[in-house]
């Protein structure tokens, strides 16, 4: 008869294997939010992004005409005044948010996937695709931005089409850049031989074991890409290369602004004051971010 000594107890059932990178993705939310450069450019976004998705509840028309009230300084109707047709400012500050976050944001996404694949393959190929696709990029990296902006209005025209088009071509190669140096440092790490000697593909080396050991770092530069590429739209719609009026832009905000700065300096705040808020918003996240993931930095506080 065996005693209750003898009878072997059950091992506890193991955590989720989860619980760990969740517990971590909490913790560095935690330390990111209690950064005071993560919270106010947390703050700076959210504020940016609800007046962009809030400019419907506004109740003037960003393109309407009202030359009688031109030039209207701020009240409680005209937030931040009229400007030369007289048109209500703060409405098209916020609709003009909807244009900056959209390009912003969906060109550097496009830029990102569409660098990072490329130097997927460049830093994993063959040693001759390497050098003809770090030619390529080298080339597509010394063409100026105002240039290539011409070209492509002279072709298809000013429009939010040409302003996407521009800032990919333009910002993907340095996402290629980085993630081809990433990749050569890893590609002979001896987790990835172990990967060939089970004979795992190259595809599944490539999307399951390279690009997540690469893709932070790129993430966080992407987040401090986005400011420059609204100042990039903004830009493009100062000089009449980007959106066409009346669409509200704040590029065209701080063209008429400075056009009749004489006449009133409120449609100049209201097309510079955004532009700086979300400057900083997205910039300061880019530092705290850094500062939370990079192991070398924030990582270890």
Do not use: C
């Not at 063209?255 to 009749?260: A, I, K, M, Q, T």
């Not at 006449?263 to 705040?269: E, G, H, L, R």
């Amino acid at each position: 008869m065996t005693s209750p000594a003898d009878i072997p107890t059950p091992e506890p059932a193991p955590e989720p294997a989860t619980a760990a990178p969740v517990a971590r993705r909490k913790g560095s939310f935690a330390r990111l939010v209690s950064d005071p450069l993560g919270a106010l450019g947390l703050f700076l976004i959210a504020l940016t992004v609800a007046g962009a998705l809030l400019a419907g509840l506004s109740p003037h028309d960003p393109v309407a005409l009202n030359p009688i009230n031109r030039f209207l300084p701020p009240s409680t109707d005209n937030w931040l005044g009229t400007d030369n047709l007289g048109r209500d400012l703060f409405t098209r500050v916020l609709y003009g948010a909807r244009i900056a976050l959209t390009v912003s944001i969906g060109a550097t996404a496009i830029a990102m996937i569409t660098g990072v694949a490329a130097g997927l393959i460049a830093g994993y190929g063959p040693r001759w695709l390497d050098n003809v696709m770090l030619l390529l990029f080298d080339a597509m990296k010394s063409i100026p931005t105002v240039m290539l902006a011409l070209l492509l209005v002279t072709v298809t025209g000013p429009s939010v089409y040409a302003v996407l088009l521009v800032v990919v071509l333009v910002n993907a190669p340095a996402y290629a850049r980085m993630a081809r140096t990433q990749t050569l440092a890893i590609r002979r790490a001896e987790f990835i031989d172990a990967e060939h000697a089970l004979g795992a593909s190259q595809a599944r080396i490539m999307l399951r074991h390279v690009l997540p050991n690469i893709i932070g770092p790129i993430l966080i530069v992407g987040a401090m890409d986005i400011p420059v590429v609204v100042g990039i739209e903004a830009g493009l719609s100062f000089l009449g290369l980007g959106v066409r009026p009346p669409t509200p832009s704040w590029g065209s905000i701080l063209f008429d602004g400075f056009s009749y700065i004489r006449d009133s300096a409120w449609p100049v705040i209201a097309g510079g004051l955004p532009i700086v808020i979300t400057t900083l918003g997205f910039t300061f996240l880019g530092e705290a971010l850094r500062d939370t993931f990079d192991p070398k930095l924030g990582g270890q506080k």
